[in-house]
T-cell receptor, first 117, second 114 residues
Framework: AAGVIQSPRHLIKEKRETATLKCYPI?????VYWYQQGPGQDPQFLIS???????DKGSIPDRFSAQQFSDYHSELNMSSLELGDSALYFC????????????????FGPGTRLTVL | AQTVTQSQPEMSVQEAETVTLSCTYD???????LFWYKQPPSRQMILVIR??????QNATENRFSVNFQKAAKSFSLKISDSQLGDTAMYFC???????????FGPGTSLSVIP
């Protein structure tokens, strides 16, 4: 079965540079979530999109922005990178409740490991 | 705001034995979802088991079962016949509605010893 695809899997950037992380949800999934997991930490919710509209926002820095495109893939743009942005970034996708499901499970991608030097 | 607490940062268990991981949470919601996720060294986040709060029956998935105590806001995970492949970080997690974000606990690192 198709899974959530994230690219790149690994990314190394210098401080103050810009990074773009991409997420391709499972086919037919219309909701995307982004999470950030720092070293030794639990994942923290950043932002989510449903049908290309932002549906919820967590502790996402103003330096970060994200969007969901017409094909439902999503991109997380990170500017003015800081050392503290080094983390594993997960994308998860789900199919909105009502389309034959009693519960829409979030399926997690493998993550993008971002290292800021 | 909802919070999830895991009081055991690290645990170990002998292969083939049984281990229980603890989790408590805080919420004012009556209906919600609880999960246990496994994160092995590969860092992939894998759903182990889920529990809907409106269901009184405890969820089971093969060797994994939960003890859900709604009044006590407790949600423990029991792993029976532990296997080496169970070695991982285990996160207890909460979701308010079926389309909400997942709130994770701090995690418990489980080591299965041969």
């Amino acid at each position: 079965a198709a899974g959530v695809i994230q690219s790149p899997r690994h990314l190394i950037k210098e401080k103050r540079e810009t990074a773009t992380l991409k997420c391709y949800p499972i086919p037919r999934h219309d909701t995307v979530y982004w999470y950030q997991q720092g070293p030794g930490q639990d994942p923290q919710f950043l932002i989510s999109f449903y049908e290309k509209m932002q549906s919820d926002k967590g502790s996402i820095p103003d330096r970060f922005s994200a969007q969901q495109f017409s094909d439902y893939h999503s991109e997380l743009n990170m500017s003015s990178l800081e050392l503290g942005d080094s983390a594993l970034y997960f994308c998860a996708s789900s199919l909105e409740l009502g389309q034959g499901q009693s519960y829409n499970e979030q399926f997690f991608g493998p993550g993008t490991r971002l290292t800021v030097l | 705001a909802q919070t999830v607490t895991q009081s055991q940062p690290e645990m170990s268990v002998q292969e083939a034995e049984t281990v229980t991981l603890s989790c408590t949470y805080d919420t004012s919601e009556n209906n919600y979802y609880l999960f246990w996720y496994k994160q092995p060294p590969s860092r992939q986040m894998i759903l182990v088991i889920r529990q809907e709060a409106y269901k009184q029956q405890n969820a089971t998935e093969n060797r994994f079962s939960v003890n859900f105590q709604k009044a006590a806001k407790s949600f423990s995970l029991k792993i029976s016949d532990s296997q080496l492949g169970d070695t991982a970080m285990y996160f207890c997690a909460f979701m308010k509605t079926s389309y909400d974000k997942v709130i994770f606990g701090p995690g418990t690192s489980l080591s299965v010893i041969p």
